[in-house]
């Protein structure tokens, strides 16, 4: 039987967990009317790259009044780690600076 991964000294390799952010940025794509995404700490790497095509996703959808002409809702709830206070503002403006103008969503 081969080696289990605790028993080997080896680094997993590179991208190994990426398929949880793809998945994320799945799901969050899909909203329609609105969304409630809650993690412990803010989105970094691969994740915000992931959460920002999300709602890059979402603004397109916001364009197609098939699904809604009221503003799409995404709400980010994070832990509050003691110690490690998370600036939501320059968060929101990370994740909203390359959005397109006038998308009907609201954070």
């Known amino acids: 039987m081969g080696k289990s991964f605790w028993e080997s000294p080896e680094d997993p390799p590179e991208g190994h967990s990426n398929w ?4 994320m ?3 969050l794509s899909k909203t ?3 969304c409630d995404m809650t993690t412990l ?3 970094d790497d691969y994740f915000l790259k ?3 095509k999300g709602l890059k996703n979402i603004c397109e959808t916001s364009q197609d009044t098939r699904y809604t002409d009221k503003p799409i809702i995404i709400r980010f709830m994070y832990g509050n780690i ?3 206070p998370l600036n939501a503002n320059k968060l929101i403006k990370e994740l909203t600076k390359d959005l397109p103008k006038g998308a009907n969503i609201q954070i």
């Open 20 to 23: 949880f952010a793809d998945k």
């Open 25 to 27: 940025c799945e799901i």
């Open 32 to 34: 329609t009317r609105w």
């Open 41 to 43: 700490w803010a989105p």
């Open 50 to 52: 992931q959460f920002k």
């Open 82 to 84: 003691v110690g490690k």
